[in-house]
C-alpha cells in the first residue's frame, strides 16, 4: 500500500472520530449541530492530512511528490 493512501485512509479516520466526539461531548444532536460539526470535522481530515505529509516529508518518511512528466519530450 502506498503510503498516501495510508495517510489518506488515516486522515479520513481522524475526521470521523474528531467528529464524532464532537456530537457526543455537545450533548444535543440536532440537524444544525450535525452539519456543523460534520463539515468542520471534513475541514479538520483535510488540515491533519496536509500536516502529516508535511511533517512526514520534513522527517523524510516519504518523498516529495514527483514533478509533473513533461508532456513534449522535444523541449
Known sequence: MKPAVLLALCSIAFAVLWTSGMLWSSGTIDLAN?????????FAGVAWYYAMRWVF????LVRPPDPPANPDPER
Open 34 to 42: 450535525v452539519i456543523i460539526l460534520s463539515v468542520c470535522g471534513a
Open 57 to 60: 516529508q520534513l522527517v523524510h
